[in-house]
């Protein structure tokens, strides 16, 4: 359970406050407080609200940056992505992928299959303690026969085979997230949802911070919480939170604006790897029985705060799908959702596709203001967050020793336990879930299997509060493949810190990653979320605007109707 947020907690002095709640700065919360390091996390919006909530939903190893030879972050992204699956079972499995080998493939076949032994070479212990539902079998080259019996959307004009591999597929990132969160909480962290740094207080006659100042962003009343070491985690607001302890803060955030398409289903069970003759290239993931296709990469100069996707990036997506499959399959009307995303890329001067996804963590007493106190951490992955939030714990680790005198820190490996609603490190998801399915627990098994795969072990609570009020088993939309149920919602409220219609449908829940639901089942979840949070009938309707044009294509069909 997330405690409610109750500002009296800030009334002590913390050793560490981190600033941002995406996923870098939750592994770092969590990091601190399984070693018994007082913590506080604060994020101006939802936990994993921004770039967090928006990739391909891979934990992978990243294929691709073989390319430039960065085999010390394929071999961590490949270690963390075992990891991850031995963490987090129930929200993690294994992804086939297709990369189709034309007459014109470039790199051709030869290229590929090096590329490819290297990716198994760096995950050579990728199998072991794995249970059988989380093994990845070695890449391999199949004929062109084959290749159209496992996907028949394909080209098959020029179709030479093509190569089979696996990645892990993380099924929510948000609930993943939340795994993280709940982790950090049990071990006595303090995470604060709809809380912004505003400022930083310094110690009188220094450049050491000891404070910053907190504005709830619901109520907007401000706090101050005192630490001795502070993080900055803001992501693509890096240089911004920096901006408020610096007078000339050093750009260090090269940020890459990323989204996907949503869509309708177009493609079969794996997942397909296509690059046209021009070297562009994309992916087509099946998830949830959807397909969802990209990612793009492009600069992006403007604020985070005002990310939104242009008809432009919907268009290049589209035709670079219809390009890429015969029969021109993807229609506008398929789409559903364009999730968005900055990826917050540490500056390299090169362009953002090329840039590293590595990490980097910096300690601005360094810096020409010489402020003390104060470290950011910027780039990595989703993937690699467990290892980065040591990263940074380790490099604060001096600093709350000098500056949180007596204190006391636990030797904890974090790469040996499970998240919060996994059993056990290492077992079998698949297990768990038969022995789920023999209990008598008379809700229907994709319902059941849904809450598992959303809650792990906390599904029990969920059916709990169902049990008591059956009528809140009733799911919320009518849609078909959709099994989130009412009881869900009060569980969000209740024990997971959900405090707006975003928070539980788009990251509690799973209703609102598959885009838009539609006003009925929106207006269902508001009347009863609106109940338990006791809003008024103009703040109900409000939450019911805000979540709709939190989905950019809503904002977008806004605009255009408003144009004309
Ligand atoms: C399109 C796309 C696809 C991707 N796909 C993958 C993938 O498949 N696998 C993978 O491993 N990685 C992927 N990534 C990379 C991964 O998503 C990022 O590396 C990661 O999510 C970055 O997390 P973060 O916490 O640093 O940033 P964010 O998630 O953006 O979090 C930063 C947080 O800081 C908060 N904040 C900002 N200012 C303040 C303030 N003043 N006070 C309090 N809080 C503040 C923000 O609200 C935000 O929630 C992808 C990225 C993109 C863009």
Redo the contacts with the bound molecule.
């Keep these: 359970m997330i405690h409610k947020r109750e500002f009296h907690d800030l009334e002590k002095k913390f050793d560490l406050v981190v600033?941002?709640?995406?996923?870098?700065?939750?592994s770092v919360a969590r990091e601190a407080a399984v070693r018994g390091i007082r913590v506080l996390c604060?994020?101006?919006?939802?936990?994993?609200?921004?770039?967090?909530?928006?990739?391909?939903?891979?934990?992978?190893g990243?294929l691709r940056y073989l390319e430039s030879y960065e085999f010390g972050l394929v071999r961590e992204?490949l270690s963390e992505r075992h990891i991850m699956g031995l963490a987090a079972g129930h929200l993690s499995r294994p992804m086939q992928f297709l990369v189709p080998m034309f007459e014109w493939s470039n790199p051709g076949r030869f290229i590929m299959q090096m590329g490819l032994s290297t990716y198994d070479l760096l995950a050579y212990d990728r199998n072991l303690g794995t249970p059988e539902d989380k093994q990845i079998p070695p890449a391999k080259w199949i004929s062109r026969e084959e290749f159209l019996k496992l996907e028949p959307k394909i080209e098959s004009k020029g179709l030479k085979g093509g190569f089979v591999y696996y990645d892990y597929q993380?099924t929510y990132?948000e609930r993943l997230a939340l795994a993280f969160v709940k982790t950090a909480v049990q071990a006595g962290a303090v995470m604060l949802n709809h809380?912004?740094?505003?400022g930083f207080g310094f110690k009188a006659g220094t450049k050491q911070i000891e404070s910053v100042q907190?504005q709830d962003t619901l109520s907007g009343k401000e706090y101050t919480a005192k630490g001795s070491v502070f993080v900055n985690?803001?992501?693509?607001?890096m240089d911004?939170?920096l901006g408020?302890a610096e007078r000339s803060p050093l750009h260090k955030v090269q940020k890459?604006?990323?989204?996907?398409l949503l869509t309708d289903r177009i493609i079969g069970e794996q997942t397909l790897f296509l690059r046209n003759k021009k070297g562009q290239h994309c992916l087509l993931l099946p998830w949830e029985g959807m397909t969802l296709i990209?990612?793009?990469?492009s600069p992006y100069e403007g604020s985070?705060d005002d990310l939104s996707p242009v008809e432009e990036d919907i268009t290049m997506l589209m035709d670079l799908v219809n390009e890429l499959l015969p029969g021109r399959p993807l229609t506008r009307e398929k789409i559903r959702h364009v999730?968005?995303?900055?990826?917050?890329l540490v500056f390299s001067g090169k362009s953002t596709y090329r840039a590293s996804?590595k990490h980097e963590i910096y300690d601005h007493a360094a810096d020409q203001d010489k402020i003390e106190g104060l470290v950011s951490?910027?780039?990595?992955?989703?993937?690699?967050?467990r290892k980065l939030g040591e990263d940074v714990l380790h490099a604060c680790l001096p600093k709350l020793r000098s500056f949180s005198p007596g204190i006391q820190i636990k030797d904890v490996r974090t790469d040996r336990e499970p998240l919060h609603g996994y059993p056990t490190f290492g077992a079998s998801s698949t297990e768990i879930w038969e022995q789920i399915a023999l209990m008598n627990h008379r809700v229907p098994d994709n319902v059941l299997n849904h809450l598992y795969t959303l809650y792990g072990t906390d599904y029990q609570e969920v059916l709990e509060i169902a049990r008591k009020e059956p009528s809140l088993l009733k799911r919320i939309s009518d849609e078909p493949g959709r099994y989130d149920i009412m009881a869900q919602i009060v569980y969000a409220v209740e024990n997971e810190s959900a405090h707006t219609l975003s928070d539980i449908l788009s990251r509690r829940l799973a209703l609102g990653s598959f885009g838009y639901p539609g006003d009925t089942a929106a207006k269902r979840a508001a009347d009863l979320a609106g109940k338990l949070l006791k809003w008024s009938s103009s703040r109900k309707t409000e939450e019911l605007k805000a979540y709709r044009l939190s989905y950019p294509l809503e904002r977008l069909s806004t605009d255009s109707k408003k144009k004309k």
């Design positions: 600033i941002g709640g995406g996923i870098t700065g939750i604060v994020e101006k919006n939802d936990f994993a609200c921004a770039t967090s909530s928006a990739t391909s939903k891979l934990l992978h990243g992204s993380s990132p809380c912004q740094a505003t907190i985690a803001s992501g693509p607001w911004q939170v408020l890459s604006k990323g989204i996907h990209g990612p793009t990469d985070p999730p968005i995303g900055i990826r917050p996804r951490v910027l780039g990595g992955k989703w993937t690699t967050s």
